[in-house]
């Protein structure tokens, strides 16, 4: 364009009002900001007239009372075991989206996505039928000879852990899988070039430089594993207990609403954590979209 | 960039054999599809129970999915939820989206972060609370409470992908229209919008698709006309396990596939990973 142009166009801020803006976020603020603080400050008013406690009971309940202490803490090991499984599993799958897929880049991205858009019910029924004391897995193993009798599989730690693994770890890939690709390949080559095998230009270039991918990916699967609780109601079996499972217990049977309330305040503090490292991790990335 | 792999022949692979990656990455995708290849199969057995590998062919659990009323009537709750959680979505999403990108706001950055910034809340707490927060201002358990509560989720996908496709398209075009003197609605309708409807289009379907197969946020609503698909497949499940809940599931799908198939038709999935 032409200086002239150039001026003449400079008057021109955006297609939409920036006013449209806040509209939107007055939305966001009127039925997503305010209800989360009104969950936050006035947990009180959920009281029933039956028993009625200051909020501060239930929070002391959660940290001192060694049955609720535990589940905050399975919840937050849980999510971290599953996290640190779909990266070991995951990556492989992302350097081969972006190395070796070539021209079906597309229809693996496909194959990722796909799962994500089925309902979870459907997914966990699937483990179940492949768990279940006469389903495929045991069948499999006792023809095998590995096993003399049925494995109970389902309701358990085990199957609970497999079904969120399979949920999340295509969040995982995607997320390692577009830091890889923003590697500037002349990097490896130089590596190789200058005689490094294969292994250690993967150990000492490819793989320090995904490690944002895997920092976003981390966070990402934590804060979805933290917050699930289909899977561990339908495959758990209720040996394992975590915050999202006990909310849902609490609001459908003990109908304890002060207490679903600070436990879902305990989850929203981790949440708020994980949400400030993401941003610092965006930070020194640089300013990203 | 010359190639150099080319001038000296060095195999420039990184990581493991090619072979060795195809074998593990195929064995992932079994684990991966898996499970939603048997849920599909056992879909059509003959049996009255869960058996795999099914017996024999029949269409007996779809016609039992659209006889047993709780489903059907969550079905037709899950679609015009949808429908409308995608409406509002984009009404509120697009606008704020195209502004943000491109408006010169101050804050820019600090803004998108907060327009998508329920996609960092676990779902069970913004449904929680959310569920006390409508009561207290009159909505209660109803349909408007749904979509409320489902366009808060959806919103950051709309957000997303109109400014993705957006930002990767020259605000020459924009810029030419107003120094030619059209005014912003002008300009909206003719250049902006032919342009971004690829990213509205496929914004609106991954609404449609996050909200159709919510249940942490769709059961604290649940009553007998608000109930959706999902939960009534997690109630059912509580209490009886045979292929009905496998047909629904099927059903789910293959209304996701179809959408999905249509967005990678007009604007490929690359651009609209949940991690891009």
Redesign the interface.
Same mark, same amino acid.
Request: proline content about 6%.
């Given at each position: 364009m032409t200086d002239k142009v150039r001026r003449a166009s400079a008057g021109f801020s955006g297609v939409v009002s920036p006013w449209w803006i806040g509209v939107t976020a007055l939305f966001l603020v009127v039925f997503f900001v305010l209800p989360i603080i009104n969950n936050l400050l006035n947990t009180d008013q959920l009281a029933t007239l039956a028993k009625q406690r200051p909020a501060i009971f239930y929070y002391e309940k959660l940290f001192t009372d060694p049955y609720y202490l535990r589940i905050v803490a399975d919840t937050i090991i849980l999510s971290v075991g599953v996290t640190v499984i779909c990266i070991i599993i995951g990556y492989p799958v992302a350097l081969f989206l972006v190395r070796h897929s070539g021209k079906w880049s597309g229809f693996i991205i496909f194959l990722l996505i796909a799962p994500l858009l089925t309902s979870i019910i459907m997914r966990t029924f699937g483990w179940r039928v492949l768990f279940a004391r006469r389903g495929l897995l045991n069948d499999f193993l006792l023809w095998l000879d590995a096993i003399e009798k049925p494995i109970m599989f389902l309701n358990g730690p085990t199957s609970a852990v497999i079904g969120l693994v399979h949920v999340l770890v295509p969040f995982m890939v995607l997320s390692i899988a577009s830091v890889l690709r923003s590697i500037d390949l002349q990097l490896e080559e130089s590596a190789r070039i200058l005689g490094a095998s294969r292994f250690k230009t993967f150990l000492k270039v490819t793989f320090p430089l995904s490690l944002d991918g895997i920092g976003t990916g981390f966070i990402i699967v934590f804060l979805l594993a933290n917050g699930s609780f289909v899977t561990l109601l339908l495959l758990g079996g209720g040996d394992l207990k975590t915050l999202p499972l006990l909310i849902y217990q609490q609001f459908t049977i003990s109908r304890d609403f002060q207490f679903a309330a600070a436990m879902s305040n305990v989850l929203l503090a981790i949440a708020v954590g994980c949400l400030y490292l993401q941003l610092r991790l965006i930070k020194r990335k640089g300013v990203k979209g | 960039?010359i190639s150099?792999?080319n001038r000296?022949g060095?195999?420039?692979?990184?990581?493991?054999p090619?072979f060795w990656?195809?074998f593990?990455?195929v064995l992932?995708?079994i684990?991966?599809?898996?499970?939603?290849?048997?849920?599909v199969s056992?879909s059509f057995t003959e049996t009255e129970f869960?058996a795999?590998p099914p017996k024999g062919f029949s269409w007996k659990w779809y016609e039992r999915f659209f006889e047993y009323e709780p489903f059907v009537d969550s079905f037709i709750v899950s679609v015009e939820l949808a429908i409308a959680t995608a409406l509002l979505g984009a009404g509120?999403?697009v606008?704020?989206a195209?502004?943000?990108t491109? %408006?010169?706001?101050p804050y820019a950055?600090t803004?998108?972060? *907060?327009?998508l910034?329920?996609l960092?809340?676990?779902?069970?707490?913004?449904g929680?609370?959310?569920l006390?927060?409508?009561s207290?201002i009159g909505f209660g358990v109803s349909f408007i409470s749904l979509l409320?509560?489902h366009?808060?989720i959806s919103?950051p996908y709309v957000v997303r992908t109109v400014? %993705?496709v957006y930002?990767g398209i020259s605000p020459?075009y924009?810029?030419?229209a107003?120094?030619l003197g059209a005014n912003?609605i002008q300009?909206?309708w003719h250049?902006?919008l032919p342009m971004i409807k690829p990213g509205i289009f496929a914004g609106m379907l991954f609404a449609m698709?996050i909200s159709i197969?919510n249940?942490?946020i769709s059961? *604290?609503f649940g009553s007998a006309d608000t109930n959706t698909l999902?939960v009534v497949?997690?109630s059912y499940?509580e209490h009886q396990?045979d292929p009905s809940?496998?047909a629904a599931?099927?059903i789910?799908?293959i209304v996701?596939?179809i959408?999905?198939f249509i967005v990678?038709r007009i604007y490929?999935?690359?651009a609209m990973?949940?991690?891009?």
């Open positions: - | 960039m150099v792999s000296f060095y195999n420039m692979r990184v990581g493991f090619k990656m195809l593990y990455v992932f995708f684990f991966l599809l898996g499970p939603i290849f048997i849920v056992i869960v795999f509120l999403g606008p704020a195209l502004a943000v491109r %408006g010169k706001v950055n803004i998108m972060t *907060f327009l910034s329920p960092s809340m676990p779902l069970i707490v913004v929680f609370a959310l006390f927060y409508l207290a409320i509560a366009t808060v919103l400014a %993705g930002r020459d924009e810029e030419s107003a120094v912003r300009i909206f250049v902006t698709l197969d249940l942490p059961f *604290f999902p497949m997690l499940l396990f809940v496998a599931s099927s789910q799908l996701a596939v959408g999905l990678e490929g999935l690359d990973t949940p991690a891009s």
